[in-house]
Every structure is written in C-alpha cells, then in structure tokens.
C-alpha cells in the first residue's frame, strides 16, 4: 500500500540543524511531486516546502525560507527536509505528504497521502 | 495569500446528528480547488473530499463537501462515533502557499 514514512526528528538547541528523512513505498515515487508540512498546537497546519517531481523545481513558506532546503533522492524514494538556523517556533510536527497526481511543483493538487509525522523540538 | 477561516471552531453533537462545517475564503478559491482532511489523536490529516465536492476513495457518502467561491461547507449527515475529530480545510488554487483553515473540533456532547 502507498506509505509515507518520516524520521529524524528529535530535540535541538536553537540555532541548531537537524535533516528530515521521509522513505515512500507502495507508488511510482518519480512520478509525484512531495511536499513537506507541519503542525503546531498554536498554529495548526502550516505548508513548508514543495519538490517538484525530478527535484528542478522548490519552493517555500516565507517563514523558513533561507533556512530550510528540501531534497530528494529518487534512487532512494526518499525526501528529505534540511532545517538550519532552527528557532523555538520551529517546534511542530513534521509530515511529508504526496501531491495527489501531480509531478509538477506548480500544479493544483490536494495532498494525500501523509506520512506519521515526526516531532521536532527546538529548546535550549 | 489566500486566508481559509473555518466556523465553528468547536461543534458538540450527539452520534447520529447533523454536522455542518463551514469554510471561507479571504479570496476565491479558483475552480474548487479546496480540500477536507480529517484527523485524530496522534494521527496524520487524512483526506476526505478534494474539488470541493469529490470524495475521495473509501470515504462513506455521509461525507459530503459543497460551495464555490469564497463560501465551502463539509457536511457529515449522520455521526458516527468515529467521526468525532478535527477537520480542517485547505486551498491548493492559488498557490504557493498552500493554505489550510484553523480547523473545527466536532465533539461528542
């Protein structure tokens, strides 16, 4: 079945970096686009960052741009979120999400599935 | 950056009743292109209705989704005990960002 699965996460000092890892199985991984999203209590849902299918295109929420850089190894089937320069309000749950029929880092599409999520905290 | 605000932001029901979600845009969402997702404790969002109205796979028909526009609505016709959750809107016609509501809780009463 189609699964995302994320790690990396974990507690870090701030100005600290810490890479996140999300492993896909069950679909054609070079075939999707694949966001990065996370969620705070205070916050909720937040979009972070979005490859495009082959990794040509990025983009990012303002909030961490210059800070975090989204990857991907297809050879592997996994995305990965580098976060430096991390500050306590970075503190959230992480989930990688496919964007559903999309290869495109500037299509319309909803996202599906989710991975678990992977907590990170950012505390001195 | 279009700005989704969900109401109510708690709505407490008894299993079997009528819940009745709102979502609106501070602009329109061009085409429909606005998605539920529902999620529990220490769960992922899992998607329910995408295009405003479609359902997505293996979601039961007493999940409707409607509107157009800056006005959307997600409708669960009668509650079942597992529907009690978050659920959350999202934009994905303007975009990036891509932009989700608040959430709304639907709680048992």
């Known amino acids: 079945q189609v699964q995302l699965v994320e790690s990396g996460g974990g507690v870090v000092q701030p100005g600290r970096s810490l890479r996140l890892s999300c492993v896909a199985s069950?679909?054609?991984?070079?075939?999707?686009?694949m966001h990065w999203v996370r969620q705070t209590p205070g916050k909720g849902l937040e979009w972070v960052a979005i490859?495009?299918?082959?990794?040509?295109?990025?983009y990012y929420a303002d909030s961490v741009k210059g800070r975090f850089t989204v990857s991907r190894d297809n050879s592997k089937n996994t995305l990965y979120l580098q976060m430096n320069s991390l500050r306590p309000e970075d503190t959230a749950f992480y989930y990688c999400?496919?964007?559903?029929?999309?290869?495109?880092?500037?299509?319309?599409?909803?996202?599906?599935?989710w991975g678990q999520g992977t907590l990170v905290t950012v505390s001195s | 950056e279009i700005v989704l605000t969900q109401s109510p932001g708690t709505l407490s029901l008894s299993p079997g009743e009528r819940a009745t979600l709102s979502c609106r845009a501070s602009?329109?969402?061009?085409?429909?292109?606005l998605a539920w997702y529902q999620q529990k404790p220490g769960q992922a969002p899992r998607l329910l209705i995408y295009?405003?109205?479609s359902r997505a796979a293996g979601i039961p028909d007493r999940f409707s989704g409607s509107g157009s526009g800056t006005d959307f609505t997600l409708t669960i016709s009668r509650l079942e005990p597992e529907d009690f959750a978050v659920y959350y809107c999202?934009?994905?016609?303007?975009?990036?960002?891509?932009?989700f509501g608040q959430g709304t809780k639907v709680e048992i009463k």
């Open positions: 295009g405003a109205s």
């Open positions: 490859m495009s299918f082959d990794g040509s295109t990025e």
């Open positions: 069950g679909f054609t991984f070079t075939s999707y686009a």
């Open positions: 999202q934009q994905y016609g303007r975009s990036p960002p891509w932009t």
């Open positions: 999400a496919r964007a559903a029929g999309c290869s495109s880092a500037n299509c319309r599409a909803w996202f599906d599935p």
């Open positions: 602009q329109s969402v061009s085409s429909g292109y």
